[in-house]
């Protein structure tokens, strides 16, 4: 089975307009396929009014190639892309509620929490709430250093990412914007080529 063959984690990025209902359109084309979300983020973009999802799936390369285009087919959809996690920049962020009785008692959890890059950002006298960023692995790691310590609450957010080779979609809506009407932008070329490397 080749590398293109292989169930692995995809990063959808789409540009939409700040719709309501959209992320209800967008949950169901993953639905009907019965593939399972592992992360989605929501945020404003570089450019006012105009939001940017980020979904993270694990599955076929041409699954995720048809997904795509499904979803670039919903009105408010400007562009949607796809890439592997070699083509991203990506970070997480957790936080761990953790005992400050255990914290103050043994010194060891503070550096073992110093040395997984984790800092307190809320000390109170019955708990202490540390923040660390960085890939789940790292995050997890830090989950089971602390689960002999009595770690009280851990929670994870979706996934951000950024695309290592764009220009960001800013460029792209100019590029929209300069051409003569029935000229056509070749951007999202990777959609049909396969087993190529993708960038924006």
Do not use: C
Not at 32 to 55: C, G, M, W, Y
Not at 102 to 130: H, P, Q
């Amino acid at each position: 089975m080749s590398e293109a063959e292989k169930k692995q984690e995809f990063n959808i990025t789409i540009y939409t307009e700040n719709q309501i209902g959209l992320l209800s359109r967008i949950a169901i084309i993953f639905t009907r396929r019965k593939i399972n979300i592992d992360s989605l983020n929501t945020s404003p973009s570089e450019i006012d009014s105009i939001h940017r999802f980020n979904i993270v799936i694990n599955e076929y390369e041409e699954v995720v190639r048809k997904l795509t285009r499904q979803i670039e087919k919903q009105v408010e959809v400007l562009k949607a892309y796809y890439h592997t996690n070699e083509d991203v920049i990506w970070q997480e962020l957790a936080l761990y509620k953790v005992s400050t009785d255990v914290i103050a008692e043994k010194v060891s959890v503070e550096r073992l929490l110093r040395e997984n890059g984790a800092r307190a950002v809320v000390i109170r006298k019955d708990y202490t709430v540390f923040e660390t960023t960085g890939h789940r692995e790292e995050t997890d790691n830090l989950i089971s250093i602390l689960q002999p310590y009595g770690l009280i609450e851990f929670v994870r957010s979706a996934r951000v990412a950024i695309i290592k080779d764009s220009e960001g979609f800013n460029s792209k809506l100019r590029e929209f914007e300069r051409l003569e009407p029935g000229e056509e932008v070749i951007e999202n070329e990777y959609l049909n080529q396969g087993e190529k490397v993708f960038t924006m």
